[in-house]
DNA sequence: ATCGTTCTTGTAATCGTTTACAAAAACATC
DNA sequence: GATGTTTTTGTAAACGATTACAAGAACGAT
């Protein structure tokens, strides 16, 4: 392979001007800028973005911190952090945690030792105050779960406000017994989310029952069923379930049907996310719309505009309640 | 951010014995060792990948190019990627292509830059003859889709026996009307599944009917639904269907609820590849397993062993089909 | 004390770019 | 043609690591 030196001598011109044409800036007549384009085409050369990026001290990748990508949710985000990205010319360095702490470390290191210009933290189980630290020397932005005081940048939606919505729905078409899946409350969303479903109660004279609320560890599908089956179990069952995830809400619905139920009629759910799959099931999932795909490329812009050394504020987005089968009993 | 020279000042020795004690090579007394690591850690120094890469003429890192990250086959072989590259201290950049040249031409360009160090194709759209010349000076392998004379590596399963089992399981369990959703037939696998599928009907003495046999654009959700919706208006309507992905089958899946049918009672179904979510709907689907985890740590092996400079020789890993509720009437 | 070995360290080149600065070329003006 | 101004090009020093090779230190044997 060709470098720069060679294409030079070539083109019989100094290195300067070979670099000087390849990135467009700079003077380069129209005569010698077509000798060296010859001589590039004709060595088959293409510059090294190991050179380039050492001399820029950057190395154009942007890291993203994930706890699965096997949550549909996250992948939507991925998709839109992705596309801002390549608009920019930078590529994604896709990072699968796993809320494993020793994997989390080893993808820090990658920032530390500018294999990163930045990061994305997804991650809920995040180690808050190695990011705090880090978030000194480089550019980190949270996306969809955050810290408050962290002073790190976030784009996120009002998750109280969300459920306090999702659940409200539920107490309009007339239920009562409205049961909480939730995740850890070690989590904010999870937190938040309860606040939201308790507030919905309260407002209508609802009274907060503890033995209505589960906490689940994960987000999945199989957390989804154990909740559920705990809240079948339940001498005064609800007829209706707000739960913090699709995934959850899937995995209830399951066993909903495997115990001879049927939703809407018997229980009702609302999910959260509107990941593609709350639409394929049967019968569909009324669930709140998070905007993903906008959240993903808020992120990375926000990101971007960090790294280039610019001040940037956290923003809150907008959701959704989309009403389908699930709750239209 | 303090560098090597700094540190080897600040240590009393010269840059060369620090970059020793980094990488645990040469010889070092424990004198001096002791000196550099404290230096190290008093200055707060990272090396810089930016630096060695270039030195190394090397990356570390593996493209992984994917027509969408929404498709959960996906996601469970880039876990598999991941894990075998982080074992490698590989990391890996998720490529995203869309199935649009634009974009995978970018991402071509990132291994011609020397920005990835090789690259694991697992888009059934990409360019053959622009992979194939890359091949030519890069280190590629082809995961799950692949065409056989490019001279590339790689690893799969052996589709046609696969389509071939699952037909001959709705077979046996009583179906003679038997349609087909696949894909679009300039995929490879997409013939060969539907080879399987002609040999199960012919070697049972059942006609292949050209009005059986359906093709869509993706594998997506939606296109399972069309297709189905088509299979539902024949005349003579099929008792079973078999689909080249999970996510079609789901599609018709849901098509066929829409008409009031039942699933396996009206219609059976039988998918492909065994994704979470088919074990997520009602009925569960009955599919075909495909060792997606596996398939991505050998691929990423694979690959590690090509840029090392070693032959590698293509897999065809083992299937497996599952009998769930879409087929157990 | 001298020599030969072995072990440890240092010097300086290298990887492939970009860019400040200097130098040369081109051009306009008188 | 001499001079000044502008435009174009070249020289050489970064960026931050690794590593041949050379040199120095340490040590035992004579």
Redesign the interface.
Same mark, same amino acid.
């Given at each position: 392979?060709a470098n720069i030196h060679q294409v030079a001598k070539y083109a019989g011109v100094s290195v300067a001007t070979v670099s000087r044409v390849l990135n467009d800036q700079g003077t380069v007549t129209a005569k010698t800028r077509i000798k060296v384009e010859d001589a590039i085409k004709e060595l088959n050369y293409? !510059?090294? %973005? $190991?050179?380039r =990026? +050492?001399r820029n *001290?950057e *190395?154009?990748?942007l890291l993203i911190l994930i706890p699965t /990508?096997?949550n !549909?949710f996250y *992948?939507?985000i /991925? #998709?839109g952090i992705?596309t801002a990205a +390549?608009k920019h010319n930078y =590529? /994604? +360095? $896709?990072?699968?945690t796993d809320s494993n702490p020793e994997?989390e470390n080893?993808y820090f290191? +990658?920032v530390?030792? #500018? %294999?990163a210009d930045g990061i994305i933290s997804m991650d809920p189980a995040v180690n808050m105050e190695t990011l705090m630290k880090l978030a000194e020397?480089h550019s980190i932005i949270q996306c969809s779960e955050y810290a408050l005081d962290s002073g790190i940048p976030y784009v996120t939606i009002d998750n109280e406000d969300a459920a306090y919505r999702a659940v409200k729905h539920l107490i309009r078409i007339g239920h009562e017994k409205i049961a909480l899946i939730n995740s850890d409350e070690k989590f904010l969303y999870a937190r938040q989310r309860k606040l939201g479903y308790q507030k919905a109660l309260r407002e209508n004279g609802i009274e907060v029952q503890d033995n209505y609320m589960f906490h689940t560890q994960e987000l999945g599908?199989d957390q989804g069923r154990q909740a559920m089956r705990k809240i079948l179990d339940l001498d005064d069952r609800p007829t209706a379930v707000f739960t913090v995830s699709d995934l959850l809400a899937?995995?209830a $619905?399951?066993e909903i049907?495997q115990h001879g139920l049927l939703v809407p009629n018997d229980i009702a759910i609302v999910g959260f996310d509107k990941i593609?799959?709350s =639409? %394929?099931?049967?019968p569909t999932l009324t669930t709140i719309a998070q905007p993903m795909y906008q959240m993903g490329t808020i992120a990375a812009n926000m990101l971007i505009d960090k790294i280039k050394g610019n001040e940037v504020d956290s923003i809150v987005l907008d959701h959704e309640l989309i009403i389908r089968e699930s709750t239209s009993g």
């Amino acid at each position: 392979m060709a470098n720069i030196h060679q294409v030079a001598k070539y083109a019989g011109v100094s290195v300067a001007t070979v670099s000087r044409v390849l990135n467009d800036q700079g003077t380069v007549t129209a005569k010698t800028r077509i000798k060296v384009e010859d001589a590039i085409k004709e060595l088959n050369y293409e !510059p090294s %973005m $190991l050179g380039r =990026n +050492l001399r820029n *001290s950057e *190395s154009r990748i942007l890291l993203i911190l994930i706890p699965t /990508i096997s949550n !549909p949710f996250y *992948s939507e985000i /991925i #998709k839109g952090i992705e596309t801002a990205a +390549l608009k920019h010319n930078y =590529n /994604i +360095l $896709l990072c699968e945690t796993d809320s494993n702490p020793e994997r989390e470390n080893i993808y820090f290191d +990658l920032v530390r030792k #500018k %294999m990163a210009d930045g990061i994305i933290s997804m991650d809920p189980a995040v180690n808050m105050e190695t990011l705090m630290k880090l978030a000194e020397h480089h550019s980190i932005i949270q996306c969809s779960e955050y810290a408050l005081d962290s002073g790190i940048p976030y784009v996120t939606i009002d998750n109280e406000d969300a459920a306090y919505r999702a659940v409200k729905h539920l107490i309009r078409i007339g239920h009562e017994k409205i049961a909480l899946i939730n995740s850890d409350e070690k989590f904010l969303y999870a937190r938040q989310r309860k606040l939201g479903y308790q507030k919905a109660l309260r407002e209508n004279g609802i009274e907060v029952q503890d033995n209505y609320m589960f906490h689940t560890q994960e987000l999945g599908f199989d957390q989804g069923r154990q909740a559920m089956r705990k809240i079948l179990d339940l001498d005064d069952r609800p007829t209706a379930v707000f739960t913090v995830s699709d995934l959850l809400a899937i995995g209830a $619905l399951k066993e909903i049907h495997q115990h001879g139920l049927l939703v809407p009629n018997d229980i009702a759910i609302v999910g959260f996310d509107k990941i593609d799959f709350s =639409n %394929m099931t049967h019968p569909t999932l009324t669930t709140i719309a998070q905007p993903m795909y906008q959240m993903g490329t808020i992120a990375a812009n926000m990101l971007i505009d960090k790294i280039k050394g610019n001040e940037v504020d956290s923003i809150v987005l907008d959701h959704e309640l989309i009403i389908r089968e699930s709750t239209s009993g």
